[in-house]
Every structure is written in structure tokens, then in C-alpha cells.
């Protein structure tokens, strides 16, 4: 193997099935990785903390490549690691709140009090988004948009999702139907993250 392809893909020569031992750490490590990336930013999100959350899973992510950089694996894939890692560590959130949202949201009535008007000169563009309140009086942290049209006036009612226990914020957006189906893509990336690990580790060793 030439220099230039094993400091790339890393300096695996060998011929047929790769070694147990290697086979095993290699998905030890990426369990590992994923599992720290998306406990993370699932737990960040639960406590109201999913910067903090999303921060720490890039982290894990940076860690995981630093750890196969410094077995000789290939920089390819070293980069490939931290790449989906760190995606994976800002997309987890997002893709969290609409499973709570699908698992456990109820729809409830609010009241527009204030339209704002976004307008993209670039694209030659108008957006609306909504703030809205309880029917009791309370305040929604959150601004509707998708249901804020540019027929939206104040006093007007609108629907959002609310998570009874207040775990992530409302939306107004188009939800899946299940919480498997909104973690699906995400279930995916981690797979891949776990076979990069998995792969690089084989290929560090010659």
C-alpha cells in the first residue's frame, strides 16, 4: 500500500476477515462515541439545557477522532468521525423535541398578540411569525410560524403543540406521526457513525 493511500484510509494490509480483537474494539469505540453523542443531547434537551447538551456531544465527537488520530488511523475517516459527530450532536435536539412532541403532545388553543413581519430583501420575500398566549393570559416562550400567514391579525386563534410536562417548547410545525418515525434519520446517522469507528480502528493497525 502506498504512503499516500494508508495516511488516508490507514495502513491496513492484511488479506480476508480482519482480526476479532480489532473488530471488536472498533465497535466498542463506536457504540461508545454514539451512545455519549446522542445521550447527550437527548439529556440536554430533557433538562432545558440543549446547547449545553449539543456542546458536550461535538465534544465526545472531537474526542473519538483525536482517539483514532492518535491510533495511526486514516484521515479520511478520522475527519469523517468528527464530521458526523458533531453534526449529529446538533441535529439530535431538534429531532428529540418533535419525538416528545409526537409521543406526548397536546394541542391547545392560542391567541395571536403580536404579528412580526420578516422581510428577505435578497430573495424578495415576506415571513410572518406570530406571538401568541394561553387563552388564560399566559405568555408562549415560543412564536408560531407556520400557521401565522399573512392573513394573521391579533386576537386571532391559532393551535400549537405543548408538552405537558414542559420538557421542550411548543411548535406549531407538521409533526410525525410516531417518535420512532422523527428519530429515524438520526437512528441512521449514528449507525454510520458507529461503522466509521468501527472501520477506521480496523484499518489503523497494518
Same mark, same amino acid.
Given at each position: ?14 488479506? &480476508?476477515?480482519?482480526?476479532? @480483537? ?56 478520522? &475527519? ?20 416528545? /412532541? ?13 404579528? /412580526?413581519? /420578516? ?17 388564560? &393570559? ?16 391579533? &386576537? ?16 406549531? @410545525? ?28 480496523? @484499518?489503523?493497525?497494518?
Amino acid at each position: 500500500m502506498s504512503y499516500d493511500s494508508a495516511f488516508l484510509w490507514g495502513p491496513a494490509n492484511f488479506s &480476508g476477515r480482519p482480526p476479532i @480483537r480489532l473488530v471488536v474494539e472498533g465497535v466498542a469505540v463506536g457504540l461508545v462515541t454514539a451512545g455519549l453523542v446522542a445521550g447527550s443531547a437527548v439529556t440536554g434537551v430533557l433538562t432545558g439545557f440543549d446547547t449545553v447538551g449539543s456542546v458536550v456531544g461535538v465534544i465526545v465527537g472531537l474526542a473519538a477522532a483525536w482517539y483514532l488520530f492518535s491510533t495511526n488511523a486514516g484521515r479520511v475517516l478520522v &475527519g469523517a468521525v468528527a464530521l458526523i459527530g458533531g453534526a449529529l450532536a446538533w441535529w439530535i435536539p431538534g429531532q428529540t423535541a418533535q419525538a416528545v /412532541h409526537a409521543a406526548r403532545g397536546e394541542s391547545r388553543t392560542v391567541v395571536v398578540t403580536e404579528v /412580526h413581519v /420578516h422581510r428577505y430583501e435578497g430573495r424578495n420575500y415576506v415571513k410572518n411569525s406570530c406571538s401568541v398566549r394561553l387563552l388564560d &393570559g399566559t405568555p408562549v416562550p415560543t412564536e408560531a410560524w407556520r400557521t401565522c400567514g399573512a392573513t394573521a391579525r391579533a &386576537g386571532q386563534h391559532l393551535t400549537m403543540v405543548f408538552d405537558p410536562k414542559d420538557s421542550v417548547l411548543p411548535t406549531d @410545525r407538521i409533526l410525525p406521526a410516531t417518535a420512532a418515525e422523527a428519530l429515524a434519520g438520526s437512528a441512521v446517522a449514528a449507525v454510520a457513525l458507529v461503522a466509521l469507528c468501527c472501520v477506521a480502528v480496523i @484499518r489503523s493497525q497494518p
